[in-house]
C-alpha cells in the first residue's frame, strides 16, 4: 500500500443472509484496489445464521460491528459510517450486501467524484436475474404520479455513456466524500428506520448544494426485491394493520407520508402526491378491503 493511497471505506448493514453476504464479500475482494486503501465495516444486527463467524473465518481483514437486533438499515448504515469517519475514510462507500460488483467499480466511482466537485456519486444497479436491465435508477418526482417514479425502460445499453445527474439516489451502492457526511450528517434513524432512510438522505444533500450523479460504467448487480409483498395479496385484516397500525411496515400509510414529506422537493408537492397515492391506493385496494375475505 502506497504512502498516498485513497482510503476508502464500504459499509455494509447486514442480517441473517450469510450466504448472500459472503458472496458480496467475494465480490468486492476481486474489486481492483490499486492506490486505494480500502476497509469493509460490516454491521451485523444480530444475526443468528453464523452471519459473523462466517466472516471472521473467510474474511479476517473485515471490521466487524455487532447490533443487537434493533439498528435495522438506517441505523446499521450509521454505525459503519461512524466507524468509518473514526478511521479517517477520505470516502464512504455504503452498500448492499445482495449485489455482485464490477471489478473497476472503486477506481471509476473515484474518478467520476474527483472529476465533479462537491458530488455523490451511485453506481448503475442492473438485476443479476436480467444483467442489462437498470434497476431503481433515475427517480423523478411527479406529484400527480404520487410521489417518486422509477423508469422500467433503462437497460445498461440507453442510459448515458457518462456521469449524469439524477433527482434521487438509493443507498444500494453510493461513494460519499467524507466532508460531505460532517456537513449534512448522517441518515435519519429515528423516523426512517427499516425504508427511505437513503432518499430522505439524499434529498438532504440536494438541498445542501450536493449533486446526485450515476457513474454509467460502476456496474453493481443486485438481487431483485421481493419486500414487501403487494396489498392485494394480503388478507383485509392484514391489510388494515399495514396501512394502519403496523409502522414499521413499508406501506404504512404513516410511514408513506412522512417518506414524501421528508424528500419531496417542497412540502407542497409532499402534501399533493401523498392525496394522489391515498387515491391510487383507494382505487386499487378499496373494494378488496370491503370484500368479503378477511
Same mark, same amino acid.
Given at each position: ?55 471472521? @473465518?473467510? %474474511? /479476517? ?13 438506517? *441505523? +446499521?448504515? !450509521? ?110 434513524? @429515528?423516523? %426512517? /428506520? ?13 438541498? *445542501? +448544494?450536493? !449533486? ?83
Amino acid at each position: 500500500m502506497t504512502e498516498n493511497a485513497r482510503k476508502v471505506a464500504i459499509v455494509i448493514p447486514v442480517y441473517n443472509r450469510r450466504e448472500i453476504t459472503l458472496q458480496g464479500l467475494r465480490s468486492l475482494a476481486k474489486v481492483d484496489k490499486t492506490g486505494i486503501n480500502v476497509r469493509i465495516f460490516i454491521v451485523d444486527d444480530g444475526s443468528t445464521d453464523g452471519t459473523s463467524d462466517a466472516i471472521r @473465518k473467510h %474474511f /479476517p481483514d473485515v471490521a466487524l460491528i455487532q447490533g443487537d437486533g434493533t439498528l435495522h438499515y438506517a *441505523a +446499521g448504515t !450509521n454505525r459503519g459510517i461512524e466507524a468509518a469517519l473514526e478511521w479517517g475514510a477520505e470516502f464512504v462507500a455504503t452498500m448492499n450486501d445482495d449485489a455482485v460488483f464490477h471489478d473497476q467499480l472503486l477506481q471509476r466511482l473515484i474518478k467520476t467524484a474527483d472529476t465533479n466537485p462537491r458530488s455523490i456519486i451511485g453506481g448503475l444497479l442492473l438485476l443479476w436475474d436480467e444483467p442489462h436491465k437498470v434497476f431503481q435508477v433515475g427517480q423523478t418526482w411527479e406529484t400527480f404520479k404520487g410521489g417518486w417514479v422509477i423508469p422500467d425502460d433503462l437497460t445498461a445499453f440507453n442510459v448515458p455513456e457518462t456521469a449524469f445527474r439524477v433527482e434521487c439516489l438509493v443507498g444500494n451502492c453510493l461513494m460519499l466524500p467524507a466532508v460531505s457526511i460532517r456537513e449534512v450528517g448522517l441518515m435519519d434513524e @429515528k423516523r %426512517f /428506520p427499516h425504508g427511505w432512510g437513503d432518499a430522505q438522505w439524499m434529498a438532504r444533500f440536494a438541498k *445542501a +448544494g450536493w !449533486n446526485l450523479l450515476v457513474e454509467p460504467k460502476a456496474y453493481v448487480w443486485c438481487e431483485p426485491n421481493t419486500y414487501p409483498r403487494p396489498l392485494h395479496e394480503m388478507s383485509r385484516s392484514k391489510i388494515l394493520r399495514t396501512l394502519f397500525l403496523d409502522k414499521r411496515h413499508p406501506l404504512n400509510l404513516s410511514r408513506q407520508f412522512t417518506a414524501r414529506w421528508e424528500s419531496a422537493p417542497s412540502r407542497t408537492k409532499a402534501a399533493a402526491s401523498f392525496f394522489v397515492y391515498l387515491t391510487q391506493l383507494a382505487g386499487k385496494t378499496l373494494g378488496f378491503v370491503t370484500s368479503g375475505r378477511k
